[in-house]
């Protein structure tokens, strides 16, 4: 089973540069949600979806752009990257309840010069 | 707002010695709470789940009991393995399940 496949799984940009990470979840999962993980901060929420069409803020979107046009697919948008962006990236997808388990991708790991 | 807070690591333990990873957290309404692992190079995954009050979460040796007087939810194995070096994330999903918010992580060590 495929899971919840991010790429890519590393990538290097300029300041300035934008960029696209992408996430598919093959599932049939309804919410999906990205995450930015660093060094002894534990996993932040940037953004959420609980459906196609539907996103919404997490604890740090400044910077950061979604998008749900289908129930596979939360691409996460860096329109003009900083080095404050540099970070690994985990997209992750659960089924609609509060206790359903957060399924994770691999991650992507972003340097930002 | 919620939040989570875990003991700072790493922790560096013996093979077959007892684990307690402490986990408190900050919450409205009725979190469910968990515990993830995240092994080298990989995503995070599941070890073990509560949702509500007084119920004990357990997996593969580990258990935690979701304590509603103490908001409290520590991670405790009775004999560590070498494989059982990760990294180890306390988190709290709010009662309409828009947000996990995850604790800072706890790196283990296990020596042979």
């Known amino acids: 089973n495929a899971g919840v496949t991010q790429t890519p799984k590393f990538q290097v940009l300029k300041t300035g540069q934008s960029m696209t990470l992408q996430c598919a979840q093959d599932m049939n999962h309804e919410y999906m949600s990205w995450y930015r993980q660093d060094p002894g901060m534990g996993l932040r929420l940037i953004h959420y979806s609980v459906g196609a069409g539907i996103t919404d803020q997490g604890e740090v979107p400044n910077g950061y752009n979604v998008s749900r046009s289908t129930t596979e697919d939360f691409p996460l948008r860096l329109l003009s990257a900083a080095p404050s962006q540099t970070s690994v990236y985990f997209c992750?997808?659960?089924?609609?309840?509060?206790?359903?388990?957060?399924?994770f991708g691999e991650g992507s790991r972003l340097t930002v010069l | 707002g919620n939040s989570v807070t875990q003991m700072e690591g790493p922790v560096t333990l013996s093979e077959e010695a007892f684990l307690t990873i402490n986990c408190t957290y900050t919450a409205t309404g009725y979190p469910s709470l968990f515990w993830y692992v995240q092994y080298p190079g990989e995503g995070l995954q599941l070890l073990l789940k509560?949702?509500?009050?007084?119920d004990k979460g357990s997996n593969k040796g580990f258990e935690a009991t979701y304590r509603k007087e103490t908001t409290s939810f520590h991670l405790e194995k009775g004999s560590v393995q070498v494989s059982d070096s990760a990294v180890y994330f306390c988190a709290l999903s709010d009662t309409g399940g828009f947000k996990t918010i995850f604790g800072a992580g706890t790196r283990l060590f296990v020596k042979a």
């Open positions: 992750a997808s659960k089924s609609g309840t509060n206790t359903g388990e957060l399924f």
């Open positions: 509560a949702t509500k009050a007084d």
